[in-house]
C-alpha cells in the first residue's frame, strides 16, 4: 500500500484541441490531476497519423484526452476525406498508442450517432445510426477506440456551447444585436451543454478511475495513497469504469426554446437588442435546409454517468445563465 505521505506520481496528461470550446476548458479542470500537455493543429496536426504516433511517443502521457475532431458537420458533407482523418483515423491512432502505454485515453462523441427517430431519451447501448458524414465518422471513431482494447472513457455530448470559441448562444446573441427579427427550428430538441460542465466532469471520472486503483499508464497511477482519496479495499471488486457514457445537461428544449431564453437573459443582463421575444419565429426543420441532416431527437439519458461516478448533472437553463454573465463581464 501506498504512504499517504510519500511523494505521488504526477501523471502526464496530453491534451489536444487547446483553442477549441471544450479543450479551452479542459486546460482549466485537468490543471489539478497533473502535468497538461495541450496541444493545437500547430503542434500536432491530427490529420497525419504519423505526426500523432510520433507525439504520443515523444511525450509518452499516461491519459489522452482528445476533445480534437471535424465538428463542421455541414462541412464534412463535402470534405469526408478530412472528416474522416480527424474523426476516425486520428481516434483509431490514439486508441492503438494508448494501447501500447497502457494509458488511458478520453473521447468525446456525439449525439449525431443516433437517426434521432426514438421517442425518448437515447441510452449508451441504443442501436446507432448516424445520418451525416460527421455522426458516420464520429460513430467509426468510437468503435475503433472500442476495438483496440484501450482503458478508455468515450463521453458523448450534444449542443455544445461556451464563452470561448464559435456557438449557437453566440451566434444568437450578435443576430440579437443586429436584427428586429429572427427564424428559428422548433421541432428539434436537446439538451444545451456548456464546455465547462463537460470539463469538469471529464476532470471528475478521470479522478475516480485514479482512485478507483485501476491505474492509468504504465506507470500505474491509481494514486489511492492520497490522503483527498480513499484507499481503495483490496477485497472489494474494483468498479468497471471504462466505457461510453452521456454528458449532457439535464433537461431539454428546441432550438426556439434556447434562442428565446438567450434573448430573455440577455434583456435582464442589459444588452442592447434590436429584437423582442415574441419577434423569434418557430419554424420546422424543413424551413432551414442544410446539407447534414440534424437528428429531431438529441436526448441523451444521463444515468448511466450520474450514478457510475456520482455526479448530479445542472439544468441546461444553468449553462447558459453562466456563460452570458462571462460574456457580459469581459464586454
Known sequence: MTNPQSPLPTPRILLTGKNGQVGFELQR??????????????????????????????????????PAAHTAVDKAESEVELATLLNTTASQVFAEEATKLGALLVHYSTDYVFDGRKDGAYLEDDVTNPQSVYGKTKLAGEDAIRASGCRHLIFRTSW????????????????????????????????PTSASLIADVTAHAIRQVMDSGRGVGSGDLGVAGSAASPIPNPQSPIPDLY???????????SWHGYASLINKIANEQGYTLKIAGEAIKAIPASDYPVPAPRPANSRLNT??????FGVVLPDWQVGVQQVMTQLMDVK
Open 303 to 308: 444515468q448511466k454517468l450520474q450514478s457510475t
Open 160 to 191: 455544445v456551447f461556451g464563452a470561448h470559441g464559435a456557438n449557437f448562444l453566440k451566434t444568437m446573441l450578435r443576430l440579437m444585436q443586429q436584427r428586429d427579427a429572427l427564424s428559428v427550428v422548433a421541432d428539434q430538441i436537446g439538451a
Open 29 to 66: 479542470s485537468l490543471a489539478v490531476l497533473g502535468e497538461v500537455i495541450a496541444l493545437d493543429r500547430d503542434d500536432c496536426d491530427l490529420a497525419n497519423p504519423d505526426a500523432i504516433r510520433a507525439v504520443v511517443q515523444r511525450i509518452r502521457p499516461d491519459i489522452i484526452v482528445n
Open 243 to 253: 466505457g461510453t457514457y452521456h454528458l449532457v445537461a439535464s433537461g431539454e428544449t
